[in-house]
C-alpha cells in the first residue's frame, strides 16, 4: 500500500512551515506568496504521484523520471518522454483552484494584520491537509468513492493519517480498504470507518 | 422534452445518431420461441422467477392472444387518459407551470411515456421505472425532468443506496442513485432477496393465456380448414369421377373470386358391384370435446384478465344484450374500479410524483375534471353545506366555526379561512406538511445547494492558476520522484 500521499502531505507542510521564516521577520507578502506556491506544489506533486501509481504501477519511477513537466497536454513520444494528461491536469488545476480562492481570502486577513504569527501558521498548515484529497480523487477519481470514506473528510480534518486503497475486482466493482495508524492521534469519526468496502466505477 | 432532459438522463445513448444502424428488434410470435421454451422449467414453459427472460416473454404477451392485448390496450390507455391536477399550497404559478412543463415531456410526452410505463407495470415482474433526471450528477441537484427506463434493461441491486442499475444501448452500465429513480411493480415480493421485484398481470394470467390462444387457435384452424377436419370414406365412387368433381368445383370458385380452405380428406373406395348407392362414413378429427363450452372458457378467461388488470369485468365483456353498456353501468363501474388493481398504481404514481418530484407545498391529483367530476363536487359541497346549514342555525356552531369546517372538509379553498381553529394534526397520503421553517428537500425550483461556498471567496482566473501550475510543475514533480524513491513500491 502507498503512503505517498502522506509523504507528500509532510513535504508540502514542511514547505509551509519553513515560510513561517519570513512572517516572522516581517515580510508578509513574501510569506504569502511561498505559501501559495507550497500548495500549489503539493497539487502537482500529489497529481505527477497518483497518475504514476494509477497507471504505471510496476514502473512509476521510471515513468515518474522520463515525465516532462513542460511538455504540456500531449505526450511526446518521439522522445519517450512523458507529460501529464490533460484531463487530470485539468482536475488538478479545479482543487487546486478551490484551495487558493480559500487561500486568498485568508491571505488578506493576514494583510489586515488582525491575526497573530502564530494563529496564521496554525492556519496555513492546515492547507497542507488538501494534497491528500487531491491525491485519492486523481489516483482513484474513477471509482465512486463515498465521500465520508475520504480521508481528510472526518473531524480531523487535515490531520487525518488514515489510508485508503482500492483492489479492482474486475467487475466493475472495486474493494476499498480504509486503514487507520493506532498510534497516532485520531478523531472518533475514522476508527469506526476502517475496513473494507465494495464500491463502484463511475459510470456517468 | 428538452434536449438538456435527455442529455443528462442515463438513456442518452439510446437515441444516438448511428442508431441505424444498431440492432433491429424483430418481435416474434410464439411458434418461433420454441428455442427460448425449450428445456425450461415449470408447466407454464416460463423461465425462472425473476429472471429477464421470463420479463422479456411476458412483455410480449399481448402478442400471443387477442383478448389479453385487447384488454392491457384498454386498462392502459383508461390510465392514459387520465386528467390530472396540480395544486400548490403556497399558490405559486411558477411551481405548478414548472410541474406541469416536466410532467407534460414526461419521456417527451406524457401520454405515450405513461402508456410505455404501464405496459412495463403490466407485463413484467420487474416493474417499471422512472427516471429522475437533475440538472448536475451533484446530490440533491435540480430536477429538471422525468425519463422512463426500459424495465428489461434495468436490475434491481440490492443497495438501498443505488438500487437500479441501468444498461443503456451501448452496454454501459448506470449506477442510478435511490435518489434518481423510482421503481413501481405490481404485487411487489415480501422477499428481500427479489429487491422489489413483484408478480405483474401477465404473469397472473399466462396459463390463461396459453389456454385461450390455444382454443382461438383450435377454432381458428377448424374454421379455416388449415387443418385436417375429418376422415371421410366414400364407398361406391371412382376416384376419377370424384377428382374431376373437386376440381369443377374448385374452377368454378376461383372463377367467382372465391377461396376456400378444404380440411378434409376424402378416400374414395369401390365394392364389388357397380350399380350401389353411395354411403359416407366419417371419423371427425376436429370436433370439440363433449361438455366444453367455448363461451364460457371465454367468459371465465375475460374475468380472470380483468382482475389481474384490475378492471371491471364488464370493461371487456359489456352486459349481455346491451352491447357497449348502459350509462349507469359505466357510473357504477368507475366507483367499483378504485379498489382494483390499477388504482394501487395510481396511488403510488401520485405519492412519488407528490413526495419525491415536486416541490414541499406542491401536489399532484389524477382528476379527469370533467363534468361528472364537477358534479360530483358540487354534490360534496351540497351534502357538507346541508349538514352544517342547520348547526349554524340551531347555534351549535358559529358561522367561522363553519367555515372552518368546510375548509377542513375540503370543500371551500383554505384561502377563504382567516385563521385555522382546528389545525390539524391529520394527514392523508398526498398531503404535505406545511412548514415555514422546514428547508425545501428536493425540489424541482428552488433547490439549495449541497455545499455552497463562502459568498466572500475571491475569483480566481484560470490564467493565473495555470500560470501557478506552471511554474510549480517541475518542483511537484521532484517531489514526486522524491517520494516514489522512498516507497517501496515500483
Redesign the interface.
Known amino acids: 500500500m502507498s503512503n505517498d500521499a502522506i509523504r507528500l502531505h509532510a513535504l508540502t507542510l514542511h514547505e509551509i512551515e519553513a515560510a513561517g521564516a519570513l512572517l516572522d521577520a516581517g515580510q508578509t507578502d513574501a510569506y504569502i506568496d511561498a505559501v501559495r506556491r507550497a500548495i500549489v506544489r503539493g497539487h502537482t506533486a500529489a497529481t505527477w504521484s497518483a497518475i504514476a501509481q494509477r497507471d504505471h504501477a510496476g514502473r512509476i519511477r521510471d515513468w515518474l523520471m522520463r515525465a516532462v513537466p513542460g511538455a504540456r497536454h500531449a505526450r511526446t513520444e518521439r522522445t519517450g518522454d512523458v507529460a501529464m494528461p490533460r484531463a487530470d491536469r485539468d482536475r488538478m488545476r479545479e482543487l487546486a483552484t478551490r484551495e487558493l480562492r480559500y487561500f486568498e481570502r485568508f491571505a488578506r486577513e493576514i494583510r489586515s494584520g488582525q491575526l497573530s504569527p502564530a494563529r496564521i501558521k496554525a492556519r496555513a498548515a492546515m492547507y497542507a491537509g488538501a494534497i491528500r484529497p487531491t491525491y485519492y480523487e486523481i489516483r482513484y477519481g474513477h471509482w465512486d468513492i463515498p465521500q465520508r470514506l475520504l480521508p481528510g473528510n472526518q473531524q480531523c480534518r487535515a490531520n487525518c493519517r488514515c489510508t485508503i486503497s482500492v483492489a479492482d475486482l474486475g467487475d466493475g466493482r472495486g474493494l476499498l480498504t480504509r486503514r487507520y495508524s493506532p498510534e497516532a492521534d485520531h478523531c472518533s469519526e475514522c476508527p469506526p470507518l476502517a475496513g473494507t468496502y465494495t464500491i463502484y466505477r463511475r459510470l456517468r | 422534452m428538452s434536449d438538456d432532459v435527455r442529455k443528462r438522463s442515463?438513456t442518452r445513448d439510446d437515441n444516438a445518431g448511428d442508431a441505424a444502424a444498431g440492432r433491429l428488434s424483430i418481435v416474434i410470435g410464439p411458434a418461433q420461441w420454441a428455442g427460448i421454451l425449450d428445456g425450461v422449467r415449470g408447466a407454464t414453459g416460463l423461465p425462472r422467477y425473476g429472471s429477464m427472460m421470463r420479463d422479456r416473454i411476458l412483455a410480449e404477451s399481448p402478442m400471443i392472444e387477442d383478448m389479453w392485448a385487447s384488454a392491457v390496450g384498454l386498462a392502459i390507455t383508461k390510465q392514459s387518459s387520465l386528467g390530472w391536477r396540480i395544486e400548490d399550497d403556497a399558490q405559486s404559478q411558477r411551481r405548478i407551470h414548472a410541474a406541469q412543463r416536466m410532467l407534460l415531456a414526461f419521456d417527451g410526452d406524457y401520454v405515450a411515456g405513461i402508456t410505455r410505463h404501464l405496459r412495463d407495470y403490466l407485463l413484467t415482474n420487474n416493474g417499471a421505472f422512472v427516471e429522475i433526471v437533475r440538472a448536475s450528477?451533484a446530490r440533491g441537484s435540480r430536477i429538471i425532468g422525468l425519463m422512463q427506463l426500459d424495465s428489461l434493461r434495468c436490475h434491481r441491486i440490492d443497495d438501498p443506496a443505488?438500487p437500479v442499475l441501468y444498461e443503456d444501448r451501448r452496454g454501459?452500465?448506470?449506477?442510478l442513485p435511490a435518489e434518481n429513480v423510482i421503481a413501481f411493480a405490481d404485487l411487489p415480493s415480501a422477499r428481500i432477496e427479489h429487491a422489489g421485484m413483484g408478480h405483474c398481470a401477465a404473469d397472473r394470467v399466462w396459463s390463461t393465456i396459453l389456454k385461450r390462444a390455444a382454443v382461438e387457435t383450435y377454432f381458428r384452424e377448424k374454421v379455416s380448414g388449415a387443418r385436417n377436419l375429418a376422415i371421410h370414406f366414400v364407398t361406391n365412387v371412382n376416384a376419377e369421377r370424384l377428382r374431376e368433381a373437386l376440381h369443377a368445383e374448385g374452377r368454378d370458385q376461383a372463377g367467382r373470386g372465391y377461396v376456400l380452405y378444404r380440411g378434409a380428406t376424402i378416400i374414395p373406395m369401390l365394392s364389388g358391384g357397380g350399380a350401389e348407392t353411395p354411403t359416407v362414413i366419417t371419423i371427425p378429427l376436429a370436433e370439440i370435446p363433449d361438455g366444453f363450452d367455448p363461451e364460457q372458457e371465454r367468459r371465465a378467461a375475460n374475468q380472470i384478465y380483468a382482475n389481474a388488470l384490475g378492471i371491471p369485468v364488464q370493461d371487456i365483456q359489456p352486459l349481455s344484450g346491451q352491447g357497449l353498456g348502459t350509462g349507469t353501468q359505466t357510473i357504477i363501474l368507475d366507483e367499483a374500479a378504485q379498489g382494483h388493481g390499477l388504482a394501487a398504481w395510481r396511488r403510488s404514481w401520485q405519492q412519488a410524483i407528490t413526495h419525491r418530484v415536486l416541490p414541499t407545498t406542491t401536489t399532484f391529483y389524477f382528476d379527469s375534471n370533467d363534468l361528472r367530476d364537477r358534479q360530483q363536487r358540487a354534490q360534496i359541497l351540497a351534502s357538507v353545506a346541508g349538514a352544517v346549514g342547520p348547526l349554524v342555525q340551531q347555534g351549535v356552531l358559529r358561522p367561522d366555526q363553519a367555515l372552518n369546517v368546510l375548509v377542513d372538509e375540503g370543500v371551500i379553498d383554505p384561502a377563504y379561512l382567516p385563521s385555522d381553529q382546528t389545525p390539524g394534526a391529520l394527514l392523508s397520503d398526498l398531503d404535505k406538511p406545511v412548514d415555514a421553517e422546514e428547508p425545501e428537500p428536493t425540489t424541482l425550483i428552488e433547490t439549495p445547494k449541497a455545499r455552497r461556498?463562502?459568498a466572500?471567496?475571491?475569483?480566481?482566473a484560470?490564467a493565473d492558476?495555470?500560470a501557478?501550475?506552471?511554474?510549480?510543475?517541475?518542483?511537484?514533480?521532484?517531489?514526486?520522484?522524491?517520494?516514489?524513491?522512498?516507497?517501496n513500491?515500483?
Open positions: 442515463v450528477t443505488y454501459a452500465f448506470h449506477r461556498e463562502p466572500d471567496l475571491p475569483e480566481l484560470d492558476v495555470d501557478l501550475i506552471d511554474a510549480e510543475l517541475a518542483a511537484g514533480l521532484a517531489w514526486a520522484r522524491l517520494v516514489a524513491g522512498a516507497s513500491e515500483q
